[in-house]
């Protein structure tokens, strides 16, 4: 696998060379330059070159790059072929646009369960998938053993929802709760925060305004 | 407001300090020390001191910061008390949560309009706000000049979008579609990659496991 020297911005950085390798399987293009994908891409054929570096030899002298054999080595370096059974706690908007998001199945995530504590929506179905009690979270973990929780609930449920799934065995949280959980070491906590992408945006706005004063 | 010589390091920091400082003024604490504040965020006291002396000198020795100040003064940086006029292109699950979506107001994002395509679901309200046929979209945004287009359509759409929004006349996009928007230089886009960051999450359990082995 990935040698575990390399550096995490350049793993930040895979995830986009595997969307550029994807289009090109799209349209059927099989080998690329590191300067063909470095104007696809913005970036400089330099960086490519080293970045891909860190991953063992892809490359070949006047031939460039296999699309198809980056594309897999990069799948196998992120672990999106290894499959990973996912749950989601909540069932609000958020939690639904997450059950019908295709980038998880595409990714190897598949959503195996969805929990919620809202008497009125559990038991109804969204995409295929029916809402749980969330009492009954526990006895759903032990028996279908779930890699990653998904959180999805408001900020003052969040940090008892994550302690809950932890202490089920889960190891791996995708959180979305507008709060840093406090949790083990061991855990691994990936947090999308959009209020903070909100707010890089508006403070963008603000000085451009500013800019043209 | 904010010098333009603050580094966008810094910058991305600010929406966690306001997070934890309007945490406190929640929970009634009106005045704390940098200490303190180290405690609660778990970054260095230094740090702490380093980056909010880039806004000039809201703490005093010996007292600490004031919080509503602090809070308010970060609020301006971030442009966050001038309220922009959103509109969202895409009325399918995300875009649906995101019109449900609490931060957006709590920020100064106010929704004004969502547009979609699908006649099966142009002209249902979600949240108070009724789904517009996309080929609304000039007038609509010559008569209430937006300030802000998210883009929640699928990636084959969101260029062309974009494009859209732009020429209509919208300088700021919050893109949630997985891919580089091509636009001119003057178009500020904030991209939310959800696939980027499960990636991210992917690479962290492969890597977890190897270091078991």
């Keep these: 696998m990935a040698d575990r020297q390399v550096p995490l911005v350049v793993i930040k950085r895979l995830p986009r060379y595997l969307r550029y390798l994807g289009d090109l ?3 059927k293009v099989y080998r690329v330059s590191s300067t063909e994908l470095s104007d696809k891409m913005g970036v400089t054929a330099s960086q490519i070159r080293q970045d891909l570096n860190y991953f063992g030899g892809f490359g070949q002298q006047g031939y460039g790059y296999n699309v198809e054999l980056l594309y897999n080595n990069i799948s196998n370096i992120l672990g999106l072929n290894s499959g990973h059974k996912t749950i989601i706690i909540g069932a609000g908007n958020l939690g639904r646009a997450l059950v019908n998001y295709g980038g998880l199945q595409k990714r190897g995530f598949e959503v195996i369960g969805i929990f919620d504590t809202n008497e009125d929506i559990i038991g109804t179905t969204h995409s295929g998938i029916t809402i749980l009690p969330y009492s ?3 006895s759903f973990v032990k028996d279908n053993k779930p890699d990653i929780g ?8 969040a940090n008892d929802v994550a302690h809950d799934l932890v202490s089920c065995g889960i190891k791996a949280l995708w ?3 507008y709060v840093d959980l406090k949790l083990p070491e061991d855990v691994i906590v990936e947090n999308v925060h959009l209020s903070d992408s909100l707010m890089t945006l508006s ?3 603000a000085d451009m305004e500013e800019s043209k004063k």
């Design 25 to 27: 399987l799209d349209n």
């Design 136 to 138: 009954d979270l526990q």
């Design 150 to 157: 998904v959180i999805a609930v408001p900020k003052a449920n």
């Design 175 to 177: 959180n979305f709760a």
């Design 203 to 205: 403070y963008c706005m």
